[in-house]
């Protein structure tokens, strides 16, 4: 009798042990869509359905304001609050993560076309992912609650990080050397787009605030500084040289910025840097904004964000090649989808 009560107890506590896995596991049967066949489980869905939550909420876990457990329910207020003009914040969740869901599976799919396969060592990488993302959440226990709580499984999370490592190994195939990579005339095109869309600027910055506490100038300090520019500007029309001055003048330490339309917070700097030919320089500038007065000259356009931009085009030629693919699959929605939790 005795050996069967600890018998039975030893399977209680085993139960208890393993009831979060299990628990999350019931959802690798189900089935919530299909990719040309490949299939998005429920627990796929829930840990892209996490990390949807995870980036919308990146910079209150960054500093302290929730906790990751915070995510794993969110209330009925939140979820029903409106995220843009008749779509709330639970229908965009849905979107986002049905989007990312489908996204992962396609990787792997134009990965198996492609001939792409992972490695042992890549596979290793995989599960140390999840094993990092457990000691993240503090070990063990912490990680049966995020597991159980989210509905996910392990065998997700690794499917999840695998997706991510094909994703890569794609986009590699655009990148130097790499079966799509740009032509020598492709190439050639691309830094000339890039020499004639971006702009080098040096400046010379005169701030409206005082630099030792960061508070705003009184009016006559203001009044003083912007007299100090136009003197400065004097100079420069004197035929001064432009980095003397600035050495001389400047509140800011030496800064040359290459940039591009839109990539600037100050449209007035963009806007007048726009007007420059080569080394020329600007008036003094009243940026109110940004609480300065600068003056603008404009050099040869350095590479300095070449590597940045190379790096678009190849994401976008990227995104091309797999939006071609997306857009021949054959995609069957579950009856199981429609019955999501999205808390």
Known sequence: MKKRAFRLLALLLCAVTLLPMFSACGGDSVTVITVNGEAIKKTDFMVHLFTVKHTVYQSQLADGTIT?????HLDEETLNDTYSQGYTFKD??????????????????VAMEEGITLTRAEKISAKQRVEEWKKTLGGGQAYNIFLKENRISEKALYRYYCDMIYMNKIKEEFGDYGKYAMTEEELTAAKREYFDSYYTIDYIYFSKRDNTVGLLLSDAGIAE?????????????????FYTLRKAYSDEAYKTITFTEGSLTSDIFMDNASKLRINEYTDVIDDPDNYCYYILHRIETNEDQWANYYGM???????????????????????????LELN
Do not use: M, P, W
Request: net charge neutral; aromatic share 14%.
């Open 92 to 109: 965009y969740l849905r979107s986002a993560t049905t989007s990312s869901a489908i996204s992962a599976v396609i990787y792997r799919c």
């Open 68 to 72: 990751y457990a915070d995510l794993y």
């Open 225 to 241: 500084k912007y007299a100090s520019a136009k003197d400065c500007l004097s100079r420069l029309k004197a035929g001064e040289d």
């Open 313 to 339: 085009l190849n994401d976008a030629n990227f995104q091309a090649h797999v939006n071609e693919y997306s857009a021949r699959a054959e995609y069957v929605y579950k009856s199981a989808y429609d019955t």
